[in-house]
């Protein structure tokens, strides 16, 4: 069982920047690759990227590449997720997500996860 918490979230003019965080609980961290997804209301939730458990592997979705950059602590037990150069079209609730990682790849979809945090809102300004 994992248990996630995002923070970091807030208001921002665009062209700046933010660093959201997922805490997870648990000794076993090291075992799970974590994604992030964003959301607005409406919408379905889109994949913003993912890192594998050891931290080693990174993708992030076309969308926000050379913008947004995801890392993993796992002394720490947490993923960042920082983003720079932040647009209007970036506001939205942010999730990440977690799910034991048996290198299967990039895990891109919302099905792929089993554990989710809460949520943290993201709100660029122009």
């Known amino acids: ?35 992030w997804f964003r959301q607005t209301p409406g919408k379905e939730r889109e994949f913003v990227g993912t890192v594998s458990k050891s931290g080693s592997l ?28 932040l647009k209007p079209e970036d506001t939205a609730l942010y999730f990440c997500a977690a799910v034991e990682d048996y290198g299967l790849g990039y895990l891109q979809s919302r099905e792929d996860y089993t554990y989710w945090g809460q949520g943290t809102q993201v709100t660029v300004s122009s």
């Open 1 to 35: 069982q994992v248990q996630l918490v995002e923070s970091g979230g807030g208001v921002v003019q665009a062209g700046g920047s933010l660093r959201l965080s997922c805490a997870a609980s648990g000794r076993t961290f090291s075992r799970y690759a974590v994604g």
């Open 58 to 85: 990174t993708y992030v979705a076309v969308s926000v590449q050379g913008r947004f950059t995801i890392s993993k602590d796992n002394a720490k037990n947490t993923v960042y997720l920082q983003m720079n150069s």
